[in-house]
């Protein structure tokens, strides 16, 4: 569980401008930009869930090629692998994915059509899930998304099958049972127990024939991407040269995708800051260390997002032995603070969290921190009342020995620090 002490809504901010210019990144030859029209920056007072402009398809001009950098070539082109944690693999793959659910902006989520006819709660003890599948929809290859994908995918993500090396079981540890319906087409899932996220778990991220055979899971996609249901698939990956292309899906179903292609080029978020100055990329995401550097070149666009920090109290040790010591800290820790230092760099404003369950702005969203509140005067009166004492020089003793609590910090972080 995260610890409430540390943690706090923070922000991912991105600038989009169409710019061009020499070539500071690895990758090839720069192709035309898509064209678009940078909005205004605007000051901020709370930040929304979503800040990037809107517009109907229709007033979408066609062509150009979208250039986006990762920081890095992922080990694995399969993000459910445990080589691709902590990539930028999923981000990269986003364009050639898609689900029987998208989110809102809001925080919600609805049908997506390209996917599914309709995702409906069949019972709620046990919790069950029907969907029924869009006909249309194929894998790359030209295959049929159907229940027996979900039914092979759900067996590779809930851990059961230690050959293969998958990177999170969250979620599909907590489905029962798949159940493949009437027809291909139609399935229920059936959770153990009820799950708020539900939504994330109900819909095949790979085909039957990738999640039945570990020699494909595991090795397979180090240089190619899994195969692709989504608007896009990846034309080409250049390891050596670090270079991505994604190039419009030929069996895509839905509505056509505006742009030409899109290219990702790997380079450290320095040189990507760089980079951007040097109109080479289009969008890319803001560091406070690059912050300076990437804004006065571009429009920042700032949305919410949720950045923690964890505080695990070790109650086997030195004062934290004591309950009251360990309860002390909570109303001790001014995590308005904390939370303003690592998005003052950004020029971004902050909000605490006070949900386990929802984030600022989603629907059903409570403030219920209150018993952790920032409270110097609570944490002073648990101390006293549990035998120590401030000496004159404002350091807390008790029975000889000063009240000193230490945190190991990340080297290098120093919004952490």
Known sequence: MRSPLGTAAALLLSGGLVLSGCSLLPGGDDPKSADKTAPTERKVVSLPSTAWVAAAGDRVAKGGTLRLAAAAVPRSFNPLHADAAMSDAADILAPTAGGAVRLTGGGSWKVDPDYAESVKIADTNPLTIAV????????????????KDMVAFWKVQNGTDSDFDVSSTAGYEDIRDVRVGKDPFSYSV??????GDWPLFIYPHLPSNVSSSPELFNKAFRKRAIPSNGPFIVS???????????????????????LDGITWRVAPPATQA???????????????????TAKASGTVQRAAGLEWTQITLNGARGPLRSVSVRRAVAPAVNRRVVAAQSADAVGAPTETLGSFTYLPGQRGYHDSSASIAYDPAKSARLLADDGWVKGSDGVLTRKGKKLVLTMPVPDKTPTNT
């Open 274 to 292: 760089k980079a951007y100055v040097a109109r080479e990329l289009d969008a890319v995401k803001l560091q406070p260390e690059t912050y300076d």
């Open 132 to 147: 029924k599948l869009n006909r249309r929809a194929v894998w790359q290859g030209g295959t049929s998304i159907t229940g």
């Open 236 to 258: 080409s990956i250049d390891t050596v040269r670090g270079a991505i292309v994604e190039k419009p899906n030929p069996r895509w179903w839905g509505t056509p995708p505006k």
């Open 190 to 195: 059936v959770f153990k127990k009820p799950i």
